[in-house]
C-alpha cells in the first residue's frame, strides 16, 4: 500500500510562513528522489522544488519563483519530507502536491494540500 500524505496547508497572511509535510509508506524512501509540485487555478503544474540523496550527498533544486524563500528537506529516518515555506506571497496560493519517483516509470503522488497566502 503505497502513500503519500501531505499536511500543514491552510491560509496564511503574506510575509508569513509554513511547513508543509508529506508522510510516505509502502516503499523505500531513501531509494527514491522527493519533489515538490503546486497547481494554482488555471495554471500548469509546476515542480516548485525537489531533493535526491545517494551516497550522503544531499542535491537540491527549487524553481526560480521560490528561491531564496522556500528550502526543502527530508528525514529518511521518519520517511519525511519537508516543504518550508517563508515571505510567502499571494501568487504562492495553490495546491502543493508530494511527488516520490525512482525511475522514469515508477512514481507516486500524494492527494495534495491547500495553501492560501491572503491578508
Known amino acids: 500500500q503505497v502513500q503519500l500524505v501531505e499536511s500543514g496547508g491552510g491560509l496564511v497572511q503574506p510575509g508569513g510562513s509554513v511547513r508543509l509535510s508529506c508522510a510516505a509508506s509502502?516503499?523505500?524512501?531513501?531509494?527514491?528522489?522527493m519533489s515538490w509540485y503546486r497547481q494554482a487555478p488555471g495554471k500548469k503544474r509546476e515542480l516548485v522544488a525537489d531533493?535526491?540523496?545517494?551516497?550522503?550527498?544531499?542535491?537540491?533544486n527549487y524553481a526560480d519563483s521560490v528561491k531564496g524563500r522556500f528550502t526543502i528537506s527530508r528525514d529518511n529516518a521518519k520517511n519525511t519530507v519537508y516543504l518550508q515555506m517563508n515571505s510567502l506571497k499571494p501568487e504562492d496560493t495553490a495546491v502543493y502536491y508530494c511527488?516520490?519517483?525512482?525511475?522514469?516509470?515508477?512514481?507516486?503522488w500524494g492527494q495534495g494540500t491547500q495553501v492560501t497566502v491572503s491578508s
Open positions: 509502502g516503499f523505500t524512501f531513501s531509494s527514491y528522489g
Open positions: 531533493i535526491t540523496s545517494a551516497g550522503g550527498i544531499t542535491i537540491t
Open positions: 511527488h516520490a519517483r525512482r525511475t522514469w516509470y515508477e512514481d507516486y
